[in-house]
């Protein structure tokens, strides 16, 4: 019975591991420790507290990119965020819980949008093994901080 089950279960890893070598990848390079950053929402015990943090002039993301991308190595990969509030929001990056700036490869484009909308991306070009990760875009003001998380992994094509 015993032999029966370990050969069930070696039949099962075998199976699992074709189905891997044929899509040319592991199930997941990265490792991040970094939790995914959903939306800041919920009910407040006292209503002084409710009323602060549901604020309807808040910060608020209203669109924002997929959760998760795969991405090609040396090629380019873009994250958007657009929030809304009044005042109007600021948008902060981070890769895996730390703050992102622009550099040589990574540019940051920021834009206005009327009195209480910013739209705010990313982009890496070229894309290399060491921007898999996590992305985050936090966007706050005075009355409140919402974010959005993108995990990506990188893919090699082969022409």
Not at 90 to 116: C, N, P, Q, R, S
Request: charged share 25%.
């Amino acid at each position: 019975m015993l032999r029966k089950r370990l050969l069930t279960l070696l039949a099962i890893a075998l199976l699992l591991s074709s189905v891997e070598s044929r899509r040319g990848r592991a199930r997941s390079r990265t490792k991040s420790k970094v939790q995914i950053g959903l939306p800041i929402t919920g009910k407040y015990r006292d209503p002084e507290s409710d009323q602060y943090y549901n604020n309807n002039d808040g910060a608020k993301i209203i669109l924002a990119s997929h959760f998760d991308l795969e991405y090609v190595l040396g090629h380019k990969i873009a994250f958007l965020c657009i929030a809304k509030g009044s005042p109007r929001p600021h948008i902060t990056w981070f890769k895996d819980g730390v703050e992102i700036f622009a550099h040589h490869y990574l540019h940051i484009h920021e834009w206005t949008i009327g009195d209480d909308r910013v739209k705010s991306k990313i982009e890496i070009d070229p894309a290399t093994q060491m921007d898999a990760g996590v992305y985050e875009c936090t966007a706050d003001n005075m009355y409140s901080i919402d974010r959005r998380s993108f995990k990506t992994d990188f893919s090699i094509a082969f022409d």
